[in-house]
């Protein structure tokens, strides 16, 4: 508690302003949330879509809406540090024996960048990184429903789905019990679960995402425990199981970076992050922050990682591997799987974008369904770190090319705004050291993720392989945002048809062509694969090099659909098929 003061009841009132501010912001957040169960029992999938960009705007508004009224309170003591840090220390009382703390003293130290500009970190009107408790690995008693196998396996699983408790019925209820144990005995045969079941623990709250609902939980035998997680549609004639996922690569796609923000109510966040580090130990705390939607403790947690990463390291940034970005500086830590993008003062021809274009394309991913393609790209401003852990090369890039982002001031780099995302094996790269199977899985999933986007109204720009990452799990995801676009803002054309020699001969384009016209019959040109790979990739996707395709996409996406994108990693046969 700070010691007496002439600003004491000012400061006890500051902070409780601030902490019943984010209480009322979680209060809203939480509010939008739970919508989501009646929004997929009503299939109200545009309601959907609606919640999850209020949910993501709401952050930001509360904070500039706190941080202008106090502002307007203190008059010329709003910059006062001595006052702040008397704030600063009530605050931390105040909250000490709340739920998730850690989401308090980060709303508060968005309120204070805000109102100070705030470089770099400045501990005495913020929570620095290390003020933050990590999220615990292990939780004593997680707030689940748990069920024993008393009789068959049958029967247990038909309780699980009795529990779910939805307005709407299940379909046929029957057939998904018989199909939730035959997934469970695949799973068992291919040695994923041994022994017998002692119990399943399922999470109280369903977990939904646009047009899926989730059972989420655990599956504890003898031998190993498991992942269970059921995905539920809920089509005409009523909800039924979709999928049943058991293996950690499984949960772990699902619980992605690369996939829009669960709706589920948690009463206390923390908890649940420890619960699902269970079932995915390879997650970090920071990612399950993110894609439950808390994306601004996930940037938290991530930056303290980071933090703490430097110290324990000392290693360089140095240039990503890769083909240099005509768009972007990309610069990596070898011993750390993030990698760091800087937007260069000037883009090199063909490029015609500029700045304030590529910031509005990472916007307009932020708010987007991601579809499982698209990397969650986070935002971050006024970072400092040590000039000693550059290379040379990439801080003389830096100075030379990145000027508006990137201040050198004595021994530390500022970067006045960059986007930090988990780094992946660029796909040109991947599929140079690929054995043939690899390249295969791979090549197939790219397709796959270029339809995903189409099925989300997007469409990349630009398809070139080096624009796509390879995960850990072999997932294919598209990273180079500076010209995407809607699919329903292009004009897909066939190219046209040469009506003399002398144009079929030309070099240069005989025929007129606006500025958002795209011709999918070129995009095999220049892909680079190689003969069969090419061969392979047509066999499979030779639809999306027409424009029918994606003129036929456009009507449907103009009328209002909200088309289904498959959440699960796996190639043709291997999904539920009613």
């Not at 009646?38 to 959907?48: A, C, I, P, T, Y």
């Not at 501990?123 to 009789?151: G, I, Q, W």
């Not at 040379?392 to 030379?400: F, G, M, S, Y």
Request: with cysteine; glycine share 4%.
């Amino acid at each position: 508690m700070p010691a007496n003061s002439r600003h004491k009841h000012l400061a006890e009132a500051i902070a409780s302003t601030v902490c019943d501010d984010f209480a009322d912001y979680n209060q809203e957040f939480r509010a939008i949330t739970r919508r989501a169960l009646v929004r997929f029992e009503n299939r109200d999938w545009k309601g959907s879509q609606r919640d999850a960009v209020e949910r993501i705007e709401l952050y930001d508004i509360i904070v500039k809406r706190t941080a202008v009224e106090l502002k307007h309170r203190l008059g010329h003591l709003c910059k006062n540090k001595t006052l702040w840090a008397e704030i600063k220390a009530y605050f931390a009382e105040k909250i000490r024996r709340f739920p998730d703390p850690e989401f308090y003293k980060t709303f508060f130290s968005s309120i204070t960048r805000y109102l100070f500009d705030t470089v770099g970190v400045d501990m005495t009107v913020e929570f620095l990184a290390v003020d933050f408790e990590p999220a615990p690995r292990h939780v004593e008693s997680p707030k689940t429903r748990t069920y024993r196998l008393r009789t068959t396996e049958e029967t247990l699983f038909g309780e699980i789905l009795n529990h779910s408790a939805f307005a709407t019925p299940f379909c046929k209820f029957n057939d998904d019990i018989q199909f939730i144990t035959k997934e469970f005995n695949a799973y068992r045969n291919n040695g994923d679960f041994s022994g017998e079941i002692i119990r399943v623990e399922i999470m109280n709250p369903v977990f939904h995402q646009l047009t899926r609902a989730y059972l989420v939980g655990r599956l504890v035998g003898t031998h190993n425990t498991v992942p269970l997680i059921i995905s539920l549609v809920n089509g005409p004639e009523g909800i039924a199981v979709d999928a049943v996922m058991m293996a950690e690569s499984e949960a772990g796609m699902l619980f992605s970076f690369t996939r829009s923000y669960f709706h589920v109510d948690l009463e206390q966040v923390a908890d649940s992050v420890a619960f699902l580090r269970l079932i995915m130990p390879e997650k970090s705390a920071g990612e399950l922050y993110t894609v439950l939607g808390r994306a601004k403790q996930g940037k938290t947690v991530r930056y303290r990682n980071l933090l703490d990463h430097l110290k324990k390291s000392s290693d360089q940034f140095v240039h990503a591997p890769g083909d240099k970005g005509l768009v972007m500086v990309v610069f990596t830590l070898p011993s750390y799987d993030i990698v760091i993008k800087i937007i260069r003062d000037h883009f090199a021809p063909p490029k015609t974008s500029s700045r304030q274009d590529v910031l509005h394309k990472y916007q307009l991913v932020f708010k987007h369904d991601r579809a499982g393609r698209l990397i969650d790209a986070q935002e971050f401003r006024r970072l400092t770190f040590e000039s000693s852990r550059f290379s040379q090369a990439l801080l003389d890039e830096l100075t030379r090319e990145a000027t508006e982002s990137v201040k050198i001031q004595d021994d530390k780099v500022i970067l006045k705004h960059c986007y930090i995302e988990r780094r992946l094996t660029p796909l040109n790269l991947y599929l140079q050291t690929a054995n043939y199977l690899n390249a295969q899985k791979v090549v197939y999933d790219y397709g796959q993720a270029i339809r995903d986007l189409a099925l989300s109204n997007i469409f990349p720009g630009d398809l070139l392989i080096k624009n796509f990452g390879v995960t850990r799990y072999g997932r294919i995801i598209f990273y180079d945002y500076d010209e995407l676009c809607m699919v329903t803002d292009c004009n897909f054309r066939e190219m046209p048809v040469a009506q003399t020699i002398e144009d079929e001969m030309r070099a240069e384009t005989w025929f007129y062509v606006g500025e958002n016209d795209v011709f999918p019959e070129q995009f095999i040109s220049f892909l680079g694969f190689d003969r069969e790979l090419e061969s392979f990739f047509m066999e499979w996707h030779s639809d999306i090099m027409t424009a029918r395709y994606w003129r036929d996409l456009q009507n449907q996406h103009r009328l209002g659909q909200v088309l289904d994108v498959l959440p699960y990693h796996r190639y043709p046969g291997t999904h539920r098929q009613d």
